[in-house]
């Protein structure tokens, strides 16, 4: 089992940016692939961003392609979502979620192959 814990969240202004940290600990060999996702009041679960750990390629939803990057510090075990150009819509609860793998490119951001999640930290864009 892997244990995630997300930080880094907060309020921010419409076009500005922020970044979230994502600390594992326990078996996280076990789950090369890591991602974020993010849930809006009344909306259902979106996967934002996708990344291999062994690799580094990465896969982004298309509402946040441009703006947002997935990356890692392996030494570390820490995964980052570095946020720019912010909007409102980007608004929600933030998770980190670790995975054994997924079966196809498909299914990256497909929340069901995740087995491990964070609690999640609070991202509030304003006008």
């Known amino acids: 089992q892997v244990q995630l814990m997300e930080s880094g969240g907060g309020s921010v202004q419409a076009g500005g940016s922020l970044r979230l940290s994502c600390a594992a600990s326990g078996d996280s060999a076990s789950r090369p692939r890591m991602a974020w996702f993010r849930r809006a009041p009344g909306k259902e679960r979106e996967g934002v961003a996708s990344i291999y750990t062994r690799t580094g390629s990465a896969v982004y939803s298309d509402s946040v392609k441009g703006r947002f990057t997935i990356s890692q510090d392996n030494a570390k075990n820490t995964l980052y979502l570095q946020m720019n150009s912010l909007k409102l819509e980007d608004t929600a609860m933030y998770y980190c979620?670790?995975?054994?793998?997924?079966?196809?490119?498909?299914?990256?951001?497909?929340?069901?192959?995740?087995?491990?999640w964070g609690q999640g930290t609070q991202v509030t864009v304003s006008s």
């Open positions: 979620a670790a995975s054994r793998g997924v079966p196809d490119q498909s299914a990256k951001l497909i929340a069901e192959y995740y087995n491990d």
